[in-house]
């Protein structure tokens, strides 16, 4: 059984930073691409970065200039820098991964979520 864990969400004001951070543990043989996607309230799921084992990376248009993904392959984690956040940001902040096991089986595996609010 695999396992992302998402830290770093929490309440800002208009301009500020947070980093979210997501790390997988379990039964893994390998990680391909790893992302963030976010839902605000009332809305769908929506892609904000992804980035692959070799490090190419894919920022939604309301990502580009202000957030960052990055990822450390040894340590199976993945971060999204958040600077300039803004009221339209607050969104509840899953990580995704496309998982191998060790018995071979492959599959896309979701983070419990964690809510990032930017309010004055």
């Known amino acids: 059984q695999v396992q992302l864990v998402e830290s770093g969400g929490g309440r800002v004001q208009p301009g500020g930073s947070l980093r979210l951070s997501c790390a997988a543990s379990?039964?893994?043989?390998?990680?391909?691409?790893m992302g963030w996607y976010r839902r605000a309230p009332g809305e769908n799921l929506d892609l904000v970065a992804t980035?692959?084992?070799?490090?190419?990376?894919n920022h939604a248009d309301s990502a580009k200039g202000r957030f960052t993904i990055s990822r450390d392959n040894a340590r199976n984690t993945v971060y999204l820098q958040m600077n300039n956040l803004q009221p339209e940001d607050t969104a509840v902040y899953y990580c995704?991964?496309?998982?191998?096991?060790?018995?071979?089986?492959?599959?896309?595996?979701w983070g419990q979520g964690t809510q990032v609010t930017v309010s004055s």
């Open positions: 995704t991964a496309r998982i191998k096991t060790l018995r071979a089986v492959e599959y896309r595996s």
């Open positions: 379990g039964s893994i043989f390998s990680i391909n691409e």
């Open positions: 980035i692959t084992t070799s490090g190419n990376t």
